[in-house]
């Protein structure tokens, strides 16, 4: 069965980066794109930005380009989301998803989420 | 820039009744409408998709329709694991989710 297994919770200091990854199995790993969601505290859903698993190419959020950035590495089927300069705003639980078509998708298999907190 | 509204913010619904839940966009997006289930500390759960096809494995009391701007998922008899926090999301454009409507027993 399909599996998005993400890293463990996080803690970080105002300013600092975080790396959060989200390892695949039970399907073909470049056929699908995969996308992060986050969620923050007691909040709803904040679509980040999509990564294509075969080829790369990407589409962030306008309101975090230049502070996010996201890899795959196909020989672990496993892709990465990094945020930069991070806020106490950017606390929040942040979910891979996949997605089957493209940026423009719904969401049909989920990670069990990264709680990133950020504190001084 | 479109804006996804769901109503009502909260409904109280006792087990057993119909819930009807509303999503509105501010500009059509066609079909491209999905529904998320999501339970206190879970991740969201895809219900619907294209805007009224049920995902693998959900139950048929699950059903949503509509198009263009307006849109409904409806569960048609309200059982226990059914009280959760409902999404929509766009999918016509950048992705973007309602702000949720939460189902709590009456």
């Known amino acids: 069965q399909v599996q998005l297994v993400q890293s463990g919770a996080e803690v970080k200091k105002p300013g600092a980066s975080v790396k959060v990854s989200c390892k695949a199995s039970g399907y073909t790993f470049t056929s699908y794109g995969i996308s992060w969601v986050r969620q923050a505290p007691g909040q709803g859903l904040e679509w980040m930005g999509w990564?294509?698993?075969?080829?790369?190419?990407?589409n962030y959020a306008q309101k975090l380009q230049g502070r996010v950035t996201m890899t795959t590495d196909t020989s672990t089927s496993t892709a990465y989301m990094e945020l930069r300069s991070l806020r106490s705003d950017d606390t929040a639980v942040y979910y891979c998803a996949s997605s089957y078509s493209g940026s423009y998708d719904y969401f049909d298999y989920w990670g069990q989420g990264t709680l990133v907190t950020v504190s001084s | 820039e479109i804006v996804m509204t769901q109503s009502p913010a909260t409904l109280s619904v006792s087990p057993g009744e119909r819930a009807t839940l509303s999503c509105r966009a501010s500009q059509s997006v066609s079909s491209n409408l999905a529904w998320y289930q999501q339970k206190p500390g879970q991740a969201p759960r895809l219900l619907i998709y294209g805007a009224s096809t049920r995902a693998t494995g959900i139950p048929a009391r699950f059903s949503g329709s509509g198009s263009g701007t307006e849109f409904t998922l409806t569960i048609s008899s309200l059982q226990s694991e059914d009280f959760a926090v409902y999404y929509c999301q766009q999918y016509n454009n950048w992705p973007l989710f309602g702000g949720g409507t939460k189902v709590e027993i009456k």
């Open positions: 990564i294509s698993a075969y080829n790369g190419n990407t």
